[in-house]
């Protein structure tokens, strides 16, 4: 079992940063497709952001085009966790957002994954 568990949310204005993490206990997960998506409040969850692990030390990073060019996903493989580098922060990226990660497979954009954490705020003022 993996346990995931997300930091950094907060309340930030416009045009603002963050940088959320996702720290994974009980297994290492540098072999792992790593994920993160968010939920507003009535909206359906949305794919942010995947790490996905192809094989060795190659991963490759699939951002939505809403956040294309201002979030910036990474790992790091001694601390087990997974980063989430948000810039220009607009009041629409408001919601909880959420790491996932799964084993043996990609799904991507759309796919099961296999591990959630609780979530972390994100919250944009205008």
């Known amino acids: 079992q993996v346990q995931l568990v997300e930091s950094g949310g907060g309340l930030v204005q416009a045009g603002g940063s963050l940088r959320l993490s996702c720290a994974a206990s009980?297994?290492?997960?540098?072999?792992?497709?790593m994920a993160w998506f968010r939920q507003a409040p009535g909206k359906e969850r949305e794919f942010v952001a995947a790490h996905n692990w192809m094989g060795g030390s190659v991963y490759y990073a699939d951002y939505a085009d809403s956040v294309k060019g201002r979030f910036t996903i990474s790992r790091d493989n001694a601390k087990n966790t997974m980063n989430l580098q948000m810039g220009s922060l607009k009041p629409e990226d408001t919601a909880v957002y959420y790491c996932?990660?799964?084993?043996?497979?990609?799904?991507?954009?759309?796919?099961?994954?296999?591990?959630w954490g609780q979530g972390t705020q994100v919250t944009v003022s205008s």
């Open positions: 009980g297994r290492t997960v540098s072999n792992y497709a």
């Open positions: 996932t990660a799964a084993v043996g497979r990609v799904p991507g954009r759309v796919g099961e994954y296999d591990y």
